[in-house]
C-alpha cells in the first residue's frame, strides 16, 4: 500500500512521503483544498499543488468544487494508514531531547524493532533533534534498554502487545510530528 503513495513523491518538489502519508489523513478528515493542505503541511503553494496532482494522477483523490476528496483507492489507503499508525499527540515529559513533543503508534511493528536507531534516522532526515522509540510488551520499553518509562506516557495511546510508540522531538511542533510520522512510516515498509 504505502508504494502506492511513494509514487507520489517529487523531489523536485521538496516534500517526503510523510506530507503524502498526512495529506492522505487531511483528506480523509474532511474535504481538503490547496489552502488547507498549504497550512497544515507547512508547504507553499507549488509543491501543495505537485503534491495533489500526483496523488489525482495516481487516483487517490479526485477534486470537488469544495476541495479534494478521497477515491475508493484513496478511502482503502485510508483504512489501512488507519490500522496501522495512530497519532498524532502532544506529549509532556522528560524522556526527551526538545520542547515540542509529538507521538505516533505503530500498531504490531515492534519486530522491526532493532534498536531504535534506524526510525531516529528517519526523524533526523526530517529535521527533527531526535526520535524516541519505545516498544510495548505487558508496558513501555525502550528498545535495547532495561530502563522503566515515565509513567504519563502509559496511557497516551490503548496499547496493544507489539506496538511501538514514536515520539518526534523538535524546537517546532511541525517539525516533531513529521519526525514520528516518518519513523512509523519507516515501519510499514
Known amino acids: 500500500m ?11 518538489a521538496n516534500y517526503a512521503l510523510a506530507h503524502v502519508v498526512r495529506a492522505v489523513l487531511l483528506i480523509g478528515e474532511t ?12 508547504m507553499n503553494e507549488a509543491p501543495a499543488r505537485t503534491l495533489l496532482n500526483n496523488l489525482e494522477r495516481n487516483k487517490v483523490v479526485k477534486p470537488t468544487t469544495r476541495g479534494h476528496i478521497l477515491t ?4 482503502k489507503l485510508l483504512a ?35 534498536h531504535g536507531l534506524e526510525q531516529r534516522d528517519q526523524a533526523i532526515l526530517m ?4 526520535l524516541t522509540t519505545l516498544i510495548y510488551n505487558e508496558r513501555l520499553r525502550m528498545a535495547g534498554v532495561k530502563w522503566k518509562v515515565p509513567k ?7 496499547y496493544r502487545k507489539g506496538d511501538v510508540l514514536l515520539i ?12 514520528a510520522l516518518n519513523a512509523s512510516i519507516q515501519l510499514l515498509r
Do not use: H, Q, W
Not at 474535504?31 to 507547512?42: F, I, P, S
Not at 475508493?72 to 478511502?75: A, I, P, Y
Not at 499527540?89 to 504490531?108: D, Q
Open 80 to 114: 489501512y494508514l488507519k490500522k496501522n499508525i495512530s497519532g498524532p499527540k502532544k506529549i509532556e515529559t522528560g524522556l526527551t531531547l526538545s520542547k515540542y513533543n509529538i507521538a505516533y503508534l505503530a500498531r504490531g511493528k515492534a519486530i522491526k524493532i532493532r
Open 152 to 158: 504519563e506516557l502509559n496511557n497516551v495511546f490503548d
Open 2 to 12: 504505502i508504494k502506492i503513495l511513494e509514487k507520489t513523491i517529487d523531489i523536485r
Open 31 to 42: 474535504n481538503t483544498g490547496r489552502e488547507r493542505l498549504m497550512e497544515k503541511l507547512g
Open 72 to 75: 475508493k483507492r484513496g478511502r
Open 127 to 130: 529535521g527533527a533533534d531526535g
Open 168 to 179: 518526534g522531538s523538535a524546537k517546532d511542533e511541525r517539525t516533531a510530528e513529521f519526525a
